[in-house]
């Protein structure tokens, strides 16, 4: 199988310069245009608060590693996971994917976040890292772990 | 490039059975192995204190992400960032690997994570993703994003 890696942004994140060498050549664009297609579904799901829509972006069988919290698995725990995050306030989300590697019908993407409420105020931003598998209908997140960057979390 | 995917430990993740599908078939266990041999070494440099041996276990441009800090960005970051959390109390640390896959020189893991202070008192305990890395030096942890599945984090 063809192993890809691709940097997308590389020069947001303050020295991925270095993973950009041997694998750079390696991008399966197909890939990252998926994912980033899917990032923009998770966006409008956010800003139109349908915790249905963003549950389906994953897996059946998915892990979502909020933090707090232990991993909510399955669609449905899920939703309720993002409906409780939208009903704390959040009205917009940022992904900005860093890095994507795939391999046949997985991949990998390394990104950060950005979450606002209500008047564009400032909620979260922080880091994540997903684990996509490509299934009947298209890629879907399987795993996610994230965390805040801000020194106390958004809901401390 | 051959594709693998292993379940060590699947039971110990409420709902994994969905992954051990298609491809539980797919397993190297020599890269596997490699990732539990280098987790033993995360847990012996934490028992030691010894948070250079800890930082040596991670590619040289590694991304280190914990909880309400930006990324720790290569070894010396990486360095101080496990320093702090032993002088925070961490004295023992116990990995738990959930599910690896590994794709030519790439490989990810999900796991859980407890950490222990003094007397073996519990100050917390969560999950991760680490994406990791074939170099010349071995395997070595690349991308890690991890959080705390406790209400409050141990700090807070």
């Not at 991925?16 to 991008?27: H, L, M, N, P």
């Not at 998915?62 to 707090?68: D, I, R």
């Not at 990998?108 to 909620?123: A, C, F, T, W």
């Not at 922080?126 to 772990?145: D, M, N, P």
Request: with cysteine.
């Amino acid at each position: 199988m063809k192993r890809v890696l691709m940097l997308l942004t590389a020069a947001a994140v303050v020295g991925c310069s270095g993973t950009q060498g041997e694998d750079a050549s390696d991008v399966d664009g197909d890939v990252a245009a998926a994912i980033s297609d899917i990032n923009g579904q998770f966006m409008e799901c956010v800003s139109q608060g349908d915790a249905d829509l963003c549950s389906s972006l994953f897996t059946e069988d998915a892990l979502y590693g909020a933090p707090n919290l232990p991993f909510a698995q399955g669609r449905t725990a899920i939703r309720d996971a993002w409906e409780k995050e939208m009903e704390a306030g959040m009205e917009s989300l940022r992904l900005m994917t860093d890095e994507v590697g795939s391999f046949g019908d997985t991949a990998h993407e390394v990104g950060r976040y950005v979450v606002e409420g209500p008047d564009n105020v400032h909620l979260d931003h922080g880091k994540y890292i997903v684990l996509w598998k490509r299934t009947s209908e298209g890629w879907k997140a399987h795993r996610e772990v994230f965390n805040s960057d801000m020194a106390q979390g958004p809901q401390d």
